[in-house]
């Protein structure tokens, strides 16, 4: 300990020490482990030193960017958790329009310095997860229809394998670790920085919601389907079925975000607007950094959470409706609720064996998601999500979003990739981790 100890010049936390509680913590409240050592690096150096020290001493390894990993693969029992979160710095170039990123660096980090320059990088919804997990995993986000997933704007990424070394891949260096990077990266090395590309956006953008009582579901369901077929790039569209928050009335609604001018979005979401005349929320122009932290509080630190999802092509009123039927069985002191994201657009246009993320030729992702605080409801919490996917189950299609995934096999990891993608993906952790060291992930056992 103490030869590690002088070789790194991060921060060593081990039990016993007064931040010990705090820093074990994850986002996940259903969470708690007690790893030997927390080791937070300054640089690669330090990782690589990290690494080294880990499998000399045949601990575990689990690596932290934000710490959001539902299952909790960012930390573990007795080994060592490699949290980055020292590691957060982001440096923006307008003039090529592209964002070098920390290992360790949030969403909110990366956002808040693309704007500043009238740039965007297209990321998930909550701004304190990592930029490092959700890429790796492929990153699904509000303008994935204009600019695609997270990891069709990656250009390339600094890794430190299994072997303790810091390689660089992108197309030209290593590109078939760069291929698996993007959808499976957390099987192959620790990314200590990333490269992205950046475009141009204005500050406001038009985002908001309508919501209706339930009766209403079908009809809203057919706006929604319309303007995924028919709508602009620039409008990226959301559908869900939950609990209204004043009164706990089942309700349907239909979230939006147009990141065109504010004409082109009254032009595009008129007929959304003029829905009916018991709709409830709004439509407006808002910053778009605004927009990313919305979600921070409701989705913050500590709730004890679930999910499961499915890629679809279609979404049918036989499935919406055996949907709207689970919403009388949401366990009491729960809130649980059914999301549907509108896919395609840029994200299709991507080949499908372009990277390693399976499932392009979805129209829409589809989750279930359950948060609550009294871990007596765990067992009833978890079986309400996989009885309501199991309705979904017959409309899915090929691929799984792998940051979503809560289980664990080899069978859920081959219906993440389907079998050709990860046959390929097997061929690859042998190439680069044979001794399967970053195995805290939706493995790929070489």
């Known amino acids: 300990m103490r030869v590690f100890a002088d070789g790194f010049a991060g921060e060593l936390i081990v039990p016993g020490d007064e931040g010990y509680d705090a820093a074990r913590v994850v986002w996940n409240g259903m969470i708690d482990r007690r790893p030997a050592m927390i080791v937070r690096p300054t640089g690669a150096a330090d990782v690589i030193t990290a690494v080294h020290f880990a499998r000399t001493e045949d601990l575990r390894i689990a690596v932290r960017s934000g710490g959001h990993s539902i299952p909790g693969l960012s930390t573990c029992d007795d080994g060592i958790v490699i949290d980055l979160s020292r590691m957060r710095n982001v440096r923006v170039d307008p003039e090529n329009r592209t964002a070098r990123v920390s290992g360790g660096a949030l ?105 209706h009582p339930i009766d209403r579901v079908n009809e809203l369901a057919a706006l929604f389907r319309d303007a995924v077929e028919n709508g602009p790039d620039e409008l990226g569209l959301g559908f869900g079925l939950g609990p209204a928050e004043s009164t706990g009335d089942p309700v349907a609604f239909v979230s939006v975000l147009h990141c065109g001018s504010l004409a082109d979005a009254e032009r595009d979401l008129a007929t959304l607007r003029s829905f009916g005349l018991t709709a409830a929320g709004s439509i407006d122009a808002k910053p778009y950094l605004t927009t990313q932290t919305m979600n921070d509080g409701a989705m913050g630190w500590g709730q004890r959470f679930y999910m499961k999802s499915a890629l679809l092509v279609d979404l049918p009123d036989d499935l919406i409706d055996r949907l709207a039927g689970r919403l009388s069985e949401i366990p009491a002191g729960a809130q649980g609720e059914f999301s549907v994201w509108a896919m395609g657009r840029a994200v299709a246009a991507v080949p499908e064996d372009a990277t390693a993320y399976a499932g392009r030729e979805a129209t829409y992702w ?28 017959p409309f899915a299609t090929t691929g799984r979003y792998v940051n979503d995934v809560a289980d664990a096999g080899e069978d859920v990891v081959r219906s993440v990739y389907g079998n050709a993608k990860y046959e390929k993906l097997v061929d690859l952790k042998r190439a680069w981790d044979p001794d399967n060291v970053f195995r805290l992930n939706q493995n790929i056992r070489p």
């Open 107 to 211: 969403l909110g980090d990366l956002d808040h310095e693309a704007q500043a320059f009238g740039l965007v990088c297209p990321v998930g919804v909550i701004s304190h997860t990592g930029a490092a997990g959700l890429t790796l995993g492929g990153g699904m986000g509000r303008l994935q229809r204009k600019f695609g997933l997270t990891i069709d704007n990656l250009l390339s990424a600094d890794v430190v394998t299994a072997e303790g070394r810091l390689v660089h891949a992108s197309e030209d260096q290593n590109p078939e670790l760069f291929w698996g990077l993007r959808g499976a990266g957390p099987n192959f090395g620790i990314a200590t920085s990333l490269e992205y590309r950046l475009h141009p956006l204005g500050r406001v953008i038009t985002h908001g919601s309508v919501l």
């Open 366 to 393: 589809l989750a279930a998601e359950i948060l609550w605080h009294d871990d007596a409801l765990d067992d009833v919490c978890r079986e309400w999500v996989r009885d309501a996917v199991a309705d979904v189950q």
